[in-house]
């Protein structure tokens, strides 16, 4: 990797560190949308009001420069209002051209928050922005600036008829929630509404990590994403060869954030977030992809998943039950960490990775203790 490459690599590692601690709970939305940058793909994220969206997005786009813009769609929102007003000068000379200065033709990232909102008069124009990333401006096919596009709802849309095309445009889809964890949703509750911004990058810093990016080797891991698509297929999640082609931009991006020049299985985990279409498809997609990538994460995941139950309902328990739910929890505790060792063994033993059992033995050591001191009142 040349000097400047580093530097573009470092920068982005540096961001990506300090976006996790200041929005909570958003790893893989974070993931997302730096590989959305580095891959020019755009981005979509669903959820409930108020689980920090809009503070995410417009802190990862105020960190990299350039022209932002930022748009809240509703069904009367005309096309003036994400393009520009049409020129009284041009309409004399009967010239139906729109001045674009400040709005979506001329940014290099945009924000649509509820965008699947937006009128059919909007939805058109939209998605040759998104697609082609050309601009009609009066006929006239003008090239535009746009590296990545967020958009933003609360629910999927209900008329895929029409809308389905501008689902379709964003790669990158996530569902966020509330926060889970009741120690993180502690360190939410005294966070500063302005996240404070060390790290910004120029677009040079952007255009140098897209064109390293796209060196990625890809040759060692086609075999896998053939095999994976027989495996969603096979649990009946239809993927468009288009959609196969435009993964693998996110796959070199993420490899790229990852430090590999040649992507390896454990880059394909950002595939979780592409393949699926509707949203009860996600958990199985998500389990298709680990299970491919990397079985000793999903077989450490599963594990998680149990003892974050047990721990949560140990710490949430009425007073009258407490002790007896610490004693199970501190049990289950006990056990997945046992199981989670062995786990890590077998990887090592295969030359496999598992970062999950490895990251989730520390969970699993933190809820302990917490069960222990909350619940069993031991010091
Ligand atoms: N995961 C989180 N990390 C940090 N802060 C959060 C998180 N979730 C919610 N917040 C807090 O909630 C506030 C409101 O979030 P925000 O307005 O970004 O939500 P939203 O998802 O965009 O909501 P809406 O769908 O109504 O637009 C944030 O400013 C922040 O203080
Ligand atoms: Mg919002």
Redesign the pocket.
């Known amino acids: 990797m040349s000097t400047q490459v580093a530097k573009a690599r470092n920068l982005f590692t540096a961001l990506e560190s300090e976006l996790n601690t200041e ?4 790893r893989p939305v974070i993931r997302s949308l730096l590989v959305g940058l580095i891959s020019r793909q755009h981005a979509v994220l669903l ?1 409930p ?7 995410l997005v417009r802190d990862v786009c105020s960190r990299v420069g350039g022209n932002y813009f930022e748009w809240l769609l509703t069904r009367m929102s005309t096309p003036e209002e994400l393009f520009g007003p049409v020129s009284l000068k041009a309409l004399e000379n009967d010239s139906y051209r729109r001045i674009t200065t400040g709005k979506l033709p001329e940014a290099e990232i945009g924000y649509l ?1 509820e965008c699947f909102k937006g009128s059919s008069a909007i939805l058109n124009t939209l998605l040759g922005v998104l697609n082609e990333r050309v601009f009609h401006n009066d006929g006239q096919p003008t090239p535009i600036p746009l590296q990545m596009a967020v958009g ?1 709802s ?1 629910e999927l849309p209900e008329d895929r008829e029409e809308l389905g095309a501008l689902w379709d445009r964003f790669l990158l889809r996530h569902v966020v929630d509330y ?1 889970r964890d009741q120690a993180d949703f502690t360190r ?1 509750l005294t ?1 500063s ?1 302005r996240p404070a911004a060390q790290t910004q990058l120029t677009l040079g810093d952007l255009a140098q990590a897209q064109q390293e990016a796209l060196q990625v080797d890809l040759s060692a891991i086609l075999p896998t994403v053939v095999a994976l698509r027989s495996e969603v297929q096979k649990i009946g999640v239809m993927v468009s060869d288009r959609r196969w082609h435009d993964a693998m931009t996110v796959v070199r991006a993420n490899a790229w954030l990852n430090g590999n020049t040649a992507a390896d299985e454990n880059d394909l985990d950002i595939l979780q977030h592409v393949l699926w279409s509707e949203p009860e498809q996600r958990a199985t997609v998500a389990k298709t992809v680990l299970m491919m990538v990397s079985p000793f994460d999903q077989e450490a995941q599963d594990i998680l998943d149990d003892a974050v139950e047990l721990y949560h309902a140990a710490i949430n328990a009425p007073e009258e039950s407490q002790t007896q739910a610490g004693l199970e929890a501190n049990k289950a505790l006990k056990s997945a960490a046992k199981r989670l060792h062995t786990i890590v063994e077998k990887a090592e033993d295969a030359g496999k990775p598992c970062r999950r059992a490895e990251q989730g033995l520390q969970d699993v050591a933190m809820w302990g203790q917490e069960v222990l001191t909350k619940c069993l009142r031991a010091g």
Do not use: V
Request: hydrophobic share 30%.
């Open positions: 929005h909570i709970e958003r959820g009001p108020g689980t920090g969206k809009s503070r928050d933003a609360n926060i939410m966070l509404a």
